[in-house]
């Protein structure tokens, strides 16, 4: 489904499991990350915009770029940190489809779960592409609106947030989200911890340039205070003063 989230936003909901969001600006307009791939999220994309199309990746896990065959023919942009990223264990394929609506789309839309294998490409798409590789502070003029990527490691090594100031909208991906962050690591290590908390504290610093995030799951727009919420445990964490069970 489409949500119109207003100035030149829309929430592309693939069935409940991922976004993508839509920016139009005066001359072309972007859409951040691509879903699963099931169905043609461009043609979506392109139900609600006419302006040339590039892709922005807040990474390279497969439900963000499962959908990047149907924009060969534009420009893509993401972190080299995350170039043959994988989510728990499984690549940019149909196998990895397949779980993820068995596993997620029987829960998130039980009316239209069976439905969705049928979305699932019949060819295995070719999961190559080229993209620009992007870091801190890089923007991207649409025309009248600019995104700034930050560097926001932690989810991936390679995570990108966007900012929109026109709307005050930070888009972020899994970096700050309702869900799973950080994957488990060995020995209940703390490394990753330390280096999230890090993104969140940069994060945090620079809230008066935004008043809400677009996530990647859920949502789609969750208050800021959120990041301050993870803050906490994080710190908490670190410091031994709580203790989480997963």
Known sequence: ???????????????????????????????????????????????????????????????????????RDCAVYAHGGDRGERIFGMENNNAFRRMY??????????????????????????????????????????????????????HTDGSLSFLDSQSGILFSGDTVNCSIILQRQENNGTALIEKYGKTLSRLWSMNADFSSLAIGHGGPLLDKSIIADYLAMTEGLLSGSMSGSY
């Not at 069976?114 to 003029?141: H, N, Q, R, V, W």
């Open 1 to 71: 489904g489409v949500d119109n989230l207003g100035n030149g936003i829309w929430r592309i909901n693939e069935f409940y499991l991922v976004n993508a969001f839509v920016l139009e600006g005066s001359e072309r307009s972007v859409i951040i990350d691509t879903g699963c791939g099931l169905g043609d999220i461009r043609k979506v994309a392109e139900s609600v915009t006419q302006k040339p199309l590039s892709v922005l990746l807040t990474h390279m896990h497969p439900d963000h770029i499962g959908g990047i065959y149907h924009f």
């Open 101 to 154: 609506v068995e596993s997620r789309g029987s829960v998130l839309c039980p009316d239209i779960y069976m439905s969705l294998f049928s979305l699932i490409p019949e060819k295995e798409p070719d999961p190559a592409f080229s993209f620009t590789a992007i870091g801190d502070g890089y923007e991207l003029d649409l025309g009248g609106r600019r995104l700034r990527a930050i560097f926001t490691p932690g």
